[in-house]
């Protein structure tokens, strides 16, 4: 079975500009999570869909960021613009979400904003 | 809402020795806990859960942990580290809520594995 597959897996970008990341969850996983991880902190969730649809996007910075999930399948997440603090490992997880699951998680894509 | 708690930011561990990675948690009814364990450059990767029945877990790599409610923890313990432990380590919280699951997590714990 493939794992969540996520790309790129390094990007440095200065401020202000924008910058997206990709996420192809396990097929048949209808639940797709953005998580931030900061260096020294947890992963925090940005962003939920369950299937195509947002169930919660309380943590998300609004101003800034975005994400969609295309036919229920592959997901984008953009910065535009990035701040400094935007610096992070961007993960993207996903599950079955029919109940409380183990979240699989892609191998992250590493933000730098200069 | 859920919290936990991860006293530990680094522990060094000789090869060979017990570990025991402490996890408090906050919740108001029965948790869903999970331990999941990250490398360098590589995403999360779970080692065990707890969601009901048997307090004591038992997960990948010869990982196991106990949940204690009285203590609110959720520790991880492993008889006899080998240096392929070296890692990040986090607890984490899970709460069904209105059909969403979401998971909470600690700041984690970095583990040092010593010759």
């Known amino acids: 079975e493939a794992g969540v597959a996520q790309s790129p897996r390094y990007k440095i970008i200065e401020k202000r500009q924008s910058v997206a990341f990709w996420c192809n969850p396990i097929?048949?996983?209808?639940?797709l999570y953005w998580y931030q991880q900061i260096l020294g902190q947890g992963p925090k969730l940005l962003i939920q869909?369950?299937?195509?649809?947002?169930?919660?996007d309380s943590q998300l910075p609004k101003d800034r960021f975005s994400a969609e999930r295309l036919k229920g399948v592959d997901s984008t997440l953009k910065i535009q613009p990035a701040k400094l603090e935007d610096s992070a490992v961007y993960l993207c997880?996903?599950?079955?979400?029919?109940?409380?699951?183990?979240?699989?998680f892609g191998p992250g894509t590493r933000l730098t904003v200069t | 809402a859920q919290s936990v708690t991860q006293p530990d930011i680094h522990i060094t561990v000789s090869e060979g020795a017990s570990l025991e990675l402490r996890c408090n948690y906050s919740?108001?009814?029965?948790?869903?806990l999970f331990w999941y364990v990250q490398s360098p450059g590589q995403g999360l990767q779970l080692l065990l859960k707890?969601?009901?029945?048997?307090?004591l877990v038992q997960g990948i790599k010869g990982f196991e942990a106990e949940f204690k409610r009285s203590q609110s923890s959720f520790n991880l313990r492993k008889p006899s580290v080998h240096w392929s432990d070296a890692a990040e380590y986090f607890c984490?919280?899970?709460?069904?809520?209105?059909?969403?699951?979401?998971?909470?997590f600690g700041t984690g714990t970095r583990l040092t594995i010593i010759p």
């Open positions: 997880a996903s599950s079955l979400g029919d109940r409380v699951n183990e979240q699989y």
């Open positions: 097929s048949g996983h209808a639940t």
């Open positions: 869909f369950q299937n195509n649809g947002v169930v919660d």
């Open positions: 919740y108001g009814a029965t948790p869903y």
């Open positions: 707890y969601f009901s029945g048997d307090t």
């Open positions: 984490a919280v899970g709460v069904f809520d209105f059909g969403n699951e979401k998971l909470t």
